[in-house]
């Protein structure tokens, strides 16, 4: 947990983080390419990193700053559920156009939620995120803490594909 204070009385909380504390250039130390909202954003390296790592589960891949930096478990969950992804699939069974589609949409959704969050309606968009029902085959969500991250995931069992 990092707190943080402001001459203004305005303060920012982070809940679920990681810090690194950075005494050398920010270019030199931070990996722009992972960053999926940067102009300097590398599909293709993504991929090449989720190809490197077989056994992750998708819902852990998501959350892996180092391949997707800036994806929380909001996108997450909303980026495998518009891609048909259960969240328990492991990265290397996913075929090409999948993988592909788990790049794209990570960087896709990323810009939405930005949108959305400023329009005040991030909510109003969730699919999956803290829904009951899947809103395509209208029966409940399983929701579970799953994977390394251990946060809470939502999926449903009849358009979500399980990939191992």
Request: hydrophobic share 40%; charged share 30%; with cysteine.
């Amino acid at each position: 947990r990092l707190s943080l204070g402001f001459e203004d009385g305005g303060e920012l909380n982070f809940y679920a983080c990681s810090v690194k504390e950075i005494d050398c250039d920010l270019d030199a130390m931070y990996d722009w390419a992972a960053d999926v909202m940067s102009d300097r954003w590398d599909p293709k390296r993504a991929r090449k990193k989720l190809r490197a790592a077989p056994d992750m589960l998708a819902c852990d891949a998501l959350l892996d700053q180092d391949i997707f930096s800036g994806v929380g478990n909001i996108i997450k969950n909303e980026v495998l559920f518009r891609i048909r992804v259960d969240p328990r699939s492991t990265v290397g069974a996913l075929p090409p156009r999948k993988l592909r589609a788990l790049v794209d949409e990570a960087r896709q959704y990323s810009f939405d939620f930005l949108a959305w969050k400023k329009a005040y309606t991030l909510k109003q968009h969730w699919l999956c995120h803290n829904q009951k029902t899947c809103p395509r085959c209208h029966i409940p969500f399983h929701k579970g803490h799953l994977g390394r991250t251990n946060r809470r995931s939502f999926w449903c069992e009849r358009c979500m594909k399980l990939y191992v």
